[in-house]
C-alpha cells in the first residue's frame, strides 16, 4: 500500500509514504491517483483530490466537512443526537439578532467564532457589556449564509465534570482546549500531572476527574 502525505510530521516514519507540499500537489497528479490514501491534505485540496483526481483522503470528507465549521457541526448533532446537545442559537450577526441573544440565552453562556480552532475564538459571556464587545468581533451584517464567520453562534454553558482538559476563565476568554493553557492559579489548584510551558509561554495544569 502507498500513501501520500502532505503533512510530514503527522506521517513521520510511516513506511512507503511520499510527502509532498500542499500548495504543490498538482505536479504530482498521477501519483495521487495511483496512491492508495491521501494523508492529511488541506481544507482547500478537499475539492481537487476527491472529487478531480478521485483520491481517498484521510481524515475524510465528513470530518473535514463538518469539522471545518461550527455551526455544521452544531446542525449535525441537533440532527442526530438533540438530546446531547447543548441548547444552541444561529443567528446572524445584527443588532436585532444580538438582543435576541441576550434575551433567550440564560448567563453564562459561551460565544463562539463559527470557524475557529486550538481553543481560540471561544468567550464566556457573563454580563451585557462582554456580550456587545464579543458580537463587535464578527462583521455586523443581516445578511448572513451558512459556514459563515458573520455568524452569531451562542449556546448554553455546561461545566465539564469528567474530562481532561485545561480549563481557564480570563476576562471572558473561556480557554476549554489545552492548546490555550491556563493560568497560576489554576496550576496550583490541579491535582494532577503539570507541565511547564505552551506556545503561550503559560503554564499548564491538567485534571483528570473520573
Known amino acids: 500500500m502507498h500513501c501520500v502525505s502532505f503533512d510530514i510530521f503527522r506521517t513521520l516514519g510511516f513506511p ?22 491521501v494523508l ?7 475539492n481537487a483530490l476527491v472529487h478531480g483526481l478521485k483520491c481517498r483522503v484521510f481524515p475524510s470528507i465528513a470530518s473535514y466537512r463538518i469539522g471545518h465549521d461550527k455551526v455544521e457541526m452544531i446542525r ?23 438582543e435576541q441573544i441576550w434575551q433567550e440565552m440564560a448567563l453564562p453562556f459561551v460565544a463562539k467564532l463559527p470557524k475557529s480552532s486550538m481553543g481560540e475564538g471561544v468567550w464566556l459571556i457573563e454580563n451585557r457589556a ?14 448572513w449564509r451558512s459556514g459563515s464567520n458573520s455568524a452569531a ?18 476576562t471572558g476568554w473561556l480557554a476549554n482546549s489545552i ?14 500531572t503539570k507541565s511547564k510551558g505552551s506556545r503561550h509561554r503559560c503554564r499548564l495544569a491538567f485534571a483528570l476527574i473520573a
Open 16 to 37: 512507503d509514504t511520499t510527502v509532498l507540499k500542499p500548495d504543490q500537489f498538482l505536479r504530482h497528479k498521477e501519483l495521487l491517483r495511483d496512491a492508495d490514501w
Open 40 to 46: 492529511f491534505p488541506e481544507y482547500w485540496q478537499l
Open 76 to 98: 449535525a448533532f441537533q440532527a442526530i443526537a438533540p438530546e446531547h446537545t447543548p441548547w444552541t442559537l444561529i443567528t446572524a450577526n445584527g443588532p436585532q439578532e444580538r
Open 130 to 143: 462582554f456580550c456587545c464587545a464579543t458580537a463587535s468581533r464578527c462583521p455586523d451584517t443581516s445578511s
Open 153 to 170: 453562534l451562542s449556546c448554553r454553558y455546561r461545566p465539564s465534570s469528567r474530562n481532561t482538559r485545561a480549563r481557564l476563565c480570563c
Open 179 to 192: 492548546c490555550q493553557g491556563t493560568d497560576s492559579a489554576l496550576y496550583q489548584a490541579a491535582p494532577a
